[in-house]
């Protein structure tokens, strides 16, 4: 009798052990991707900080190229928006697309304002400006490093969410997809550059 | 006033004596329980023994030797399963503990002087005492001036702070603070807390077990109602587990809470000792005697974790007999005898306000610090005699206020784009592959173009920006450097981590003529990275004599005598040195190794092997190693440098050996 008790006991605790045990696997997941998100944050701010400085002192050589560097302000403001509701809410769908919108046009925005900036070599000779253009290439490094690292937790976390038996415990609790960062490279899409010299 | 190192040990022979009472209160809850299963079988006996069970609770003295077995055994099998269960759950890292508490990551290029500040001094502390940087977390939103380390080991740990400690505890205070809950980290407390907390939760399990027999819904089992003794007896085990499981667990609890008071006291001392600023402890204690917040954490996860933290998260509970923190006054008069008890009322200051106040943190340059610099040539013939004389040198794994000193003179020595590189995953990386880039430069196109396609071509040319700078480092800060990076390293994904290793083991391999120091490099990185993406079971001691490793030590021992001299007769010398203090019995002696019998490979198995040794072992082995380094009586800082990677590669990290070290420290 008493050995049925502890086998009557032992089923029900068994499946609590597993239970929790996939929880919590869920919950580590989830504040692994979070937490991979927030070394993204710090480098994108890093990088709109930059933006600024590029653009001024590119406005005294680029008199005649308003709109592009108007284009990338613009951009820059747009991706400040998206990066803190990112930031407030990392993996949601809809944040991530439009970060992921907002961060493609800055990278388009800068491109062109890089292609146009190779017509004036005085502007590519200043000192500062390449003193930025480093600055801006390592913060990008960095950036592409720390998404491929998000992107990474993200995809396991998503796998670990739909396999069962973990998915149940997923549906009970809510655990919803998350979305990855992806800044697509608008450069493949562009005729390249052309340069006479 | 009692010295701190007295206190340290008192505090660590009274916790030696606590945990020996668990013993007798675990036989004590075997013993209820039998009483309790044998009264249940004499009253609604299943068999016609029922009589024979009586006479077992009527007459004490009668004792059923074979219900008592498997009462026992179900007992210990069912508490076991359970602590088991629990220190797997406990067992996550120190990440995932203090994301629990509600902890965010202080990031490690934050720009809140504050945050930086507090990155600053744990960094300084990790530096000096020759461990990892673990990851700092801030529990925002709680205003009482509290602290934890969570985690496995130092390997991974997570050390917060409070919202209020960060922002109200000026730089000698929140050092106070960090050297205590370093001394936990250092002292391996948290896993002396993880087998706690695990075994008391196998205690409570059974008290669990019998409310829920008593909660159960007997009457909807049909085929149970029917034997309606047999459900009386059920219930009636029920109340007899719960009664005497709660009571094991409430003896466990007091303690548990015991133990949990002296490793606080020792931590105390510890702390003093490291900073030897006991008004700076003292004050911060003080100030959380006068803060209307006290120490209080309000998260609902707090009370679990109670005994991680610097001060009481709850206000006193039964007598203080429960609280897992002495009183707040004890603490204080221990540090400062002056005490009147009388705590002056602080306000909380807001964040805002003390932006503009307190400065930001300020690390003193190197020329400032008088004594510890780069080690001059003095320091270097002081080392050798410190090592000369036969206390071992593991001995003196004592953090002071010199090494804190040093590694705040270190960390400001090394180049600034350096250590900024060091704090984000990306500089990271690309430093540690600048440490294994070889100084020759088409031995370096070589190891480049063997990476091939698999390198990641802009963290490769980052790395080869970095060499001109890492190649003229001292290993000490190459070290430093090193303990900066693992946090950010930490931030890797796991294909990363992949990608890492390979990429590493493919820069080794390019050329066998990677040096000693640089192969330890590497293995210190995985050391403190392996945990964290291929979590694994703690190793288990293999070996317990440094005899079944003989062979192994000839291997390093031979190595080291190699890099000390080139002169062949000191080369042997110090060899011997080094075995002789090993006390080898004489079947196993061994001799010097010829060079090409100690290469890297080999070194690799013997640091793989010694690994798996007892901490004395490895202590005993690392004295020798000391021995062959010191047997010239000139310590080049390369070769301390070295000692110390050696050290870090069999996991018994030693700190930096500074100057003033052998000097007898007054209390």
Sequence with gaps: MLYAVFALLALPLLAGVLGFAFYNRLIALRNAYKNAFSQIDVQLKRRHDLIPNIVETAKGYLQHERGTLEEVAAARGAAINAAQAAAAAPGEAAVMTQLNTAETNLTGALTRLFAVAEAYPDLKANQVMLQLMEELTTTENRVSLARQAYNDSVMFYNTAIQKTPANIIANWYHFTPAEFFQIENTTDRQAPPVSFS | ?667
């Design chain 2, 1 to 667: 006033m009692t010295d701190f190192f007295e206190r340290q040990n008192i505090a660590r022979t009274k916790t030696k004596l606590l945990l020996c009472y668990f013993l007798p209160s675990v036989a004590l809850t075997i013993l209820g329980i039998y009483f309790v299963v044998a009264f249940a079988l004499a009253f609604h006996g299943f068999n016609s023994r029922h009589h024979y069970y009586l006479d077992t609770v009527v007459h004490p003295s009668v004792i059923d030797w074979q219900l008592l077995s498997v009462v026992s055994a179900i007992t210990i099998f069912v508490v076991t399963i359970a602590a088991l269960y629990k220190s797997q759950q406990l067992a996550s890292g120190g990440s995932a503990v203090a994301a629990m508490l509600g902890g965010r990551r202080i990031n490690n290029n934050t720009t809140d002087a504050d945050e930086r500040r507090l990155l600053n001094v744990v960094e300084e502390m990790a530096i000096a005492s020759g461990v990892s940087v673990p990851e700092v977390y801030v529990l925002p939103g709680e205003y009482g001036i509290n602290a934890f380390v969570a985690g496995h080991d130092s390997k991974d740990a997570g050390l917060g702070v409070t919202e209020g400690a960060l922002r109200m505890l000026n730089r000698d205070e929140l050092q106070a603070v960090v050297g205590h809950e370093f001394s936990h980290l250092l002292n391996g407390d948290m896993h002396l807390n993880l087998w706690l907390m695990s075994f008391l939760y196998g205690i409570l399990f059974i008290s669990l077990t019998g409310k829920f027999l008593i909660s159960f819904d007997w009457d909807g089992d049909c085929s149970v109602r029917r034997r309606g003794r047999g459900e009386g007896g059920i219930i009636l085990v029920g109340v007899g587990l719960f009664v005497f499981g709660s009571i094991g667990y409430f003896f466990g609890r007091l303690i548990k809470s015991a133990v949990c008071r002296e490793r606080e006291r020792l931590a105390d001392a510890a702390s003093v000792q490291f900073t030897r600023n006991p008004q700076a402890l003292a004050g911060a204690l003080k100030k959380i005697g006068g803060l209307v917040y006290g120490s209080r954490i309000t998260g609902a996860e707090a009370d679990e974790a109670s005994h991680l933290f610097f001060s009481d998260v709850m206000p006193d509970s039964f007598l203080g007999l429960l609280s897992t923190h002495p009183p707040l006054d004890e603490r204080i008069r221990a540090l400062d005898p002056s005490f009147n008890g009388q705590f002056e009322h602080i306000t909380s200051i807001p964040a805002q306000q003390r932006e503009s106040g307190d400065a930001p943190p300020l690390i003193k340059s190197v020329n400032e610090i008088p004594g510890i610099t780069r080690m001059p040539p003095a320091a270097i013939i002081q080392i050798a005699q410190v090592l000369n004389d036969r206390t071992p040198v593991v001995q003196r794994r004592r953090l002071t206020p010199q090494h804190l000193t040093y590694a705040a003179g270190l960390t400001a020595s090394l180049p600034p784009d350096l250590s900024a590189a060091a704090r984000e995953p990306f500089g990271a990386t690309a430093l540690v592959y600048a440490m294994l880039l070889l100084p020759d430069a088409s031995a370096r196109e070589k190891q480049l173009s063997d990476l091939g396609a698999s390198a990641n071509t802009t963290l490769m040319s980052a790395a080869q920006q970095y060499y001109s700078t890492v190649c003229n480092l001292t290993n000490g800060q190459r070290l430093a450097l090193i303990n900066l990076a693992t946090p950010s390293l930490r931030q890797m994904s796991r294909l990363q981590f992949d990608d890492f290793s390979k990429t590493v083991q493919l820069l080794i391999e390019s050329d066998s003529e990677i040096s000693l120091f640089e192969y330890s490099i590497q293995k210190t990185v995985f050391r403190y990275l392996e945990p964290r993406f291929k979590p694994s079971k703690p190793t288990i001691a293999q070996y317990y004599a440094a005899a079944g490793l003989a062979l192994e030590c000839a291997v390093l021992l031979s190595a080291l005598a190699y890099q000390s001299s080139a002169n062949n007769s000191e080369i042997a010398t110090a060899f011997q040195t080094g075995a002789d203090d090993l006390e080898l019995p004489p079947n196993k002696q061994i001799s010097l190794l010829p060079p090409d019998q100690c290469n890297l490979a080999q070194i690799d198995a013997a640091v793989q092997k010694i690994t798996q040794a007892a901490l004395p072992v490895k202590k005993q082995i690392l004295n020798a190693c000391a021995l062959v380094v010191a047997c010239d009586s000139l310590v080049k800082e390369e070769e301390a440098e070295m000692l110390r990677a050696i050290a870090d590669a069999i996991g018994c990290p030693l700190p930096p050996f500074v100057s003033s070290i052998g000097i007898p420290e007054a209390a």
